[in-house]
């Protein structure tokens, strides 16, 4: 039987001929269109039912349902992850008008201006200049000195709570007088202050329990708390405790997870006595009623150990003599979680004293003395300055302690005086406000005395912590870093990955998604290895790296381990583990150069060499299931031009002699820990 239309039927069965089909009546299509309406909203209620109950073919509702090679929990691969999906970019150390060095050099830029150029507004430098960055950063902590904040405003306003003493009218006069009069106050003024001078009563004015203290940190708690965009933009309330003993660096930043009402409760720690202390044991101690007190949480991060004289990471006593016992290890490990091992004064990873065979250990090396140079450095003191050799003490020291004093995760920052932070070769306006852009900014030192000078183009345009956290508040950032997991970098913003585990394979790092093989087999950058499992011979790691999209492309992948063998004696060794443009190792493993192509005349390079994204799953050839260890990953970019090369274009100006004029960038990923 031929098929029927809705509108139009044959005729009857056994009628002669082939009539014309004839048109339904009005009472016949009614009935019709009510029958498909019908038929229509049945059809959609099953559809619907059947969603509901996961019972429509096709569709995928468990987990069983889904292939064992991918590592999603349901089709959409970015529904119900449990791990932090992007990096949140920003700077844990600097500085505004309200720390007294800063402003002695000229810094005129209170936080809230900090706080807007951070998040990416164009503002007005300290000397003039417009500057905005090229991307606005995720988060920020202002660390100004806790010691003499707001000093310097009444120095210069010539205050009677500084010029009725003779520093401080000896400062004062400097400063009215300006030019180098004023250059000299304020480098007498730093001077006095790191080998201990200041006039204790006139400094009391400045110091926690003064009226003039207390409104000061209640303005920094109001700008933080003013600033804070939970989900856009984080802002840290935070400090840095300036820790000198006769110049050696030991400085601290201080950072609070909380907001305003348990920031109020205390005040920030001081260096200078009676309420003060440089004793790092002091500072926990402070921490630990802080915690107390408002049932809240912070945490401290050193910096610059290259300026510390071998005082940063002590191996027998500290520098008081106290001898380093199980207490000083549980207590550093405790709240000095992070390091941070990069920034304008000097790069602090590596010395290639400390590691010969290491061809990139000598990047932004500072080892001319302390922080004023008022010692000169010794060979035998930098073993207890540099971040690398740290975490080999470290090994030794858990061995003897019981606890790991020096396990930390990694962090950049700027430690900017300008109250900007650039941290771009291309829009670098230096450490403090006298080395803003001008043509004479490379003219004269960033240090001299008679032990030792620091030529101004050694200052690094670096750098910037990276954070995997699962958003954008303090919580969240906070909570990042105090498990670790975060990577800095010296500017650049490439995107890094570091797991490590058991039994990585190639299939988990060409999955496109390894984030979720790397979770769910190993653990992530900052972490422990898991005990192996029955029968495994050595951990594998998995990397990741992908280069800036506004930057240069990335020469190689290294993994980084250090040891403590059966004697008690540590070793080092850098691994090559993935690079760029199809290079082969030398008999000794050694690795070509990747070429450069800086260009010093336009201050520009090409990405006609490098990669844009390099991976691999590394397996340790020299695993010993005996002995302790760890790993992290260091990623170069290709060569690029540094700062000053951008103020020789500019300019018009000639780059200083000895000044090198390409670099390479790079990122430190937080280690990876074994231990047996």
Known sequence: MEPRTLLALRSPEGEEGNPEPRT???????????????????????????????EMVGIATSRETLSKTYAGKVYSPYAQRSFPTIPLWGDTHLHTSLSFDAGGFGNRLDPRTAYRFARGEEVISSTGQPVRLARPLDFLAI????????????????????????????????????????????????????????DPEMFANYSPGSRRYATIWDKVINDAEAFNDPGQ????????WTS?????????????????????????????????????????????????RTNGAVMALAHNGNLSNGLMFPIDAQYTGRALDEFYAEQRAKWERIYE??????????????????????????????????EAKTDDMLAKEYAREALKIGLALEKKLGTNPYKFGFTGATDSHTSLATAEENNFFGKHAGYEPSPERLTHPFMKTEHGEIFSWQQLASGITAVWAH??????IFDAMDRKELYATT???????????????????????????????GVPMGADLQPPPEGAKAPSFMVYA?????????????????????????????????????????????LPAVGNTVDIASASWTNTIGASQLAAVWTDPDFDHRESAFYYARVLEIPTPPWYAYDAFRFGIEIPKGAPTSQQERAYTSPIWYTP
């Open 24 to 54: 339904l009546n009005k009472e016949a299509q009614m009935k019709t269109k009510l029958l498909f309406t019908l038929a229509i909203a049945s059809l959609v209620l099953l559809l619907l039912s059947t969603a509901a109950t996961g």
């Open 143 to 198: 660390t100004d000195h806790s010691d003499g904040m707001g000093f310097i405003d009444d120095v210069l306003a010539a205050s009677p709570l500084v010029t009725n003493y003779e520093q401080g009218a000896r400062w004062s006069k400097g400063f009215k007088a300006g030019g180098q009069e004023a250059v000299d106050a304020t480098l007498d003024m730093i001077t006095t202050f790191s080998q201990g001078k200041v």
């Open 233 to 240: 933009f984080t802002a840290f309330i935070a400090f840095e």
């Open 244 to 292: 000198l003993v006769k110049g050696a660096n030991l400085h601290r930043n201080v950072i609070l997870r909380d907001n305003g009402d348990r920031a109020r409760q205390i005040v920030p720690f001081t260096t200078f006595p009676p309420m003060g202390s440089t004793d790092p044991l002091d500072l926990y101690k402070y921490l630990e009623n802080y915690e107390k």
């Open 341 to 374: 091992i990069t920034q304008i004064k000097g790069d602090g990873e590596a010395h290639p004293f400390l590691s010969p065979n290491d061809e990139f250990a000598d990047y932004g090396t500072w080892d001319v003395g302390n922080l004023d140079v008022s």
């Open 471 to 476: 958003e954008n508040t303090r919580a969240s």
């Open 491 to 521: 500017g650049p913003r490439m995107i890094v990955r570091f797991f490590g585990g058991w039994d990585f394979t190639d299939a988990d790092i060409n999955s496109r998604e390894p984030a979720f093989r790397g979770y769910e087999k």
């Open 546 to 590: 992908l280069r800036d999209v506004i930057g240069a492309n990335l020469d190689r992948i290294q993994i980084v381990k250090g040891w403590l063998d059966g004697a008690g004696k540590t070793h080092e060794k850098v691994y090559e583990v993935a690079w760029s443009d199809g290079r082969m190792p030398d008999a000794d493993g050694k």
